[in-house]
């Protein structure tokens, strides 16, 4: 590999010192499927120089062998590593590579250009500083185009290069290079892209790629790696309040405490004043530390470690923000979320939402919208599938602080992650907070669920059945309160059915109500249990997210999980009202066990086999168990 540079040969130890130095461009390509975005990648990488020689060799052969240039080099292949990309001749994957010049450097993301690769071309999307969206000179302004523009939009990429491929096909006649430009310009100002590059060229062959082009010599812009080196890396994040998330605090030793991040915006000097959130606790920066010399200033983009003058409590994943102009605090938010995963996002659902580096317990509400990136069109939705994108409204279980996303990326974008897998499930951009969430307190009361419970003379908690339909867990939770009446102990019982007649009777049995419907009987079990009683909770619950979820609204050996572990075939047979039967027949859709799926406890506090147990036996063996406080070995 032969840079252009001569400091190679000449003074390693001076180039590698420039080339520290350089500052750092990502951008990403993007558009429909043969646009030629790896093939222009591919060029890039060509002409910067940044091909070992062995892998030129293996380029030439591989082009012979699966290209598709008739035996000539085929830079797609530099990019497109994938069997499967070389077999279709498209891109599946994200792509990454590296290439520099004598003026900076360079990270560019080749995405996929078909609509079930969103989250593909939305996760490469999400580090880049810059798009370069092309368009077949041949075709014009295509649906996918649209869609990729309006996702380059929503993520807040600012400069834009509108690359018209393939011009020698249409003999570098500028008619057509205008009439797109002026299709495009119209569409961008619809989204939200207010200023971009058009850049006429072929990537096959080399033109208005690194040098201008002579054959266009209508056209006066510049060469596409003149805009690429010339291209604003930041915008002006120095110039914007100090935000730094908290992802470490160091403590080597008992003299030093400081407080480790990458600081996503604004300049820090010791003598600042800053606040802690969402604390909201404030103090002085005294030091700015790193690792071999202490800063007189810090500014965005710098990994550092401040110390304090004062001591005050800050965990990771709290901010340190300028103390005059912090960002918000709440807990309830509008934003868009990109759903990455098979499993359709199910609203009510516990996720977990990791923005910077905190990580806390969310739900996510039923979309107000979800949008057609090929249309732009807003429609009801009320889940979101594999790649889909929606807006909704969000509940977290603490306040975080935080920017809107168009303000602040580190601070507005957000991942949401399932629970009980730990797969990333989607992305999203933080709109602003819900009115709500600043104008709701909880109201503290002088009789708390201590006070009751000890008036009643018990322990209050939830015991929470769940099997399949027809295992007996009403049947045991009837016998079970009557022996705890007999007891003298004070309880309610919620019955599935029983609900569904009031509370619920708006819900019906996708796996989206199912969510709700535990979720709005977790929360009324709490407010039971705040009352001093014990709750004991009948519903199948296929779920073991909201089984977790409900668990973790009560405190400590509060939640009494309880599986009636009935074999199906059991289940089915007994089958008293009919119901298996009508899903067998097809006359009951999404019903659990036959096409509905139920997830069995993994470690529940007492299972249950009612093909060993009589009813009345499982009965006394709970009541024991929860007079005992301990598990006799059911």
Known sequence: MSHQSALIAEDIEAYLKAHEHKSLLRFLTCGSVDDGKSTLIGRLLYDSKMIFEDQLAALEADSKKVGTQGGDIDFALLVDGLAAE???????????????????????????????????????????????????ARKGVLTQTRRHSYL??????????????????????????????????????????????????????????????????????????????????????????????????????????????????????????????????????????????????????????????????????????????????????????????????????????????????????????????NTLEKLAAKKLELNEIGVCNLSLAAPIAFD???????????????????????????????????????????????????????????????????????????LLEKRLHAEGRHTYALDGDNVRHGLNKDLGFTDADRVENIRRVAEVSKLMVDAGLIVLVSFISPFRAERQMARELLGEGEFVEVFVDTPLAEAEARDVKGLYKKARAGDLKNFTGIDSPYEAPETPEIRIDTTALTAEQAAEQIFEWLERGFDPGI
Do not use: C
């Open 152 to 373: 380059v939009s929503l993520l807040g990429i600012r400069h834009v290069v509108v690359a018209i491929n393939k011009m020698d096909l249409v003999g570098w006649s500028q008619e057509p290079f205008d009439t797109i430009v002026a299709e495009y310009h119209d569409f961008a100002a619809q989204i939200g892209i207010k200023d971009f590059t058009a850049i006429p060229m072929s990537a096959l062959k080399g033109d208005n790629i690194t040098e201008p082009s002579d054959k266009a010599p209508w056209y006066t812009g510049p060469a596409l790696m003149r805009w690429l080196e010339n291209a604003p890396v930041e915008d002006d994040l120095q110039g914007k309040p100090f935000r730094m998330p908290v992802q470490w605090v160091n403590r080597p030793n008992l003299d030093f405490r400081g407080f480790s991040g990458l600081i996503a915006s604004g300049v820090i000097r010791p003598g600042d004043k800053v606040k802690a959130l969402p604390s909201g606790r404030e103090s002085t920066v005294d030091r700015i530390v790193t690792f071999n010399r202490d800063l007189d200033e810090a500014v965005a983009g710098q990994s550092v470690t401040l110390t304090l003058k004062d001591e005050i409590d800050i965990s990771r994943g709290d901010v340190l923000a300028i103390a005059g102009q912090p960002p918000e605090v709440a807990d309830q938010f509008e934003a868009t979320i990109v759903w990455f995963d098979d499993e359709a996002l199910l609203p009510g659902r516990p996720y977990l939402l990791k923005v910077g580096a905190r990580t806390v317990q969310a739900q996510v509400h039923e979309p107000k919208y979800k949008v057609n990136v």
């Open 86 to 136: 070389r077999e279709q001749g498209i891109t599946i994957d994200v792509a990454y590579r590296f290439f520099s010049t004598d003026r900076r450097k360079f990270i560019v993301a080749d995405t996929p250009g078909h609509e079930q690769y969103t989250r593909n071309m939305v996760t490469g999307a999400s580090t880049a500083d810059a798009a370069i969206i092309l368009i077949d």
């Open 404 to 478: 809107a996303y168009a303000d602040n990326k580190d601070l507005g974008g957000f991942i949401l992650i399932d629970r009980i897998t730990n797969r990333t499930v989607g992305a999203g951009m933080l709109h602003f907070a819900l009115r709500r969430s600043q104008n709701i307190h909880w109201q503290a009361m002088d009789v708390d669920k201590q006070t009751r419970s000890f008036a009643k003379g018990q322990v209050a908690r939830v015991v929470w059945f769940t099997g399949l339909s027809g295992s007996g867990k009403s049947t045991i939770s009837n």
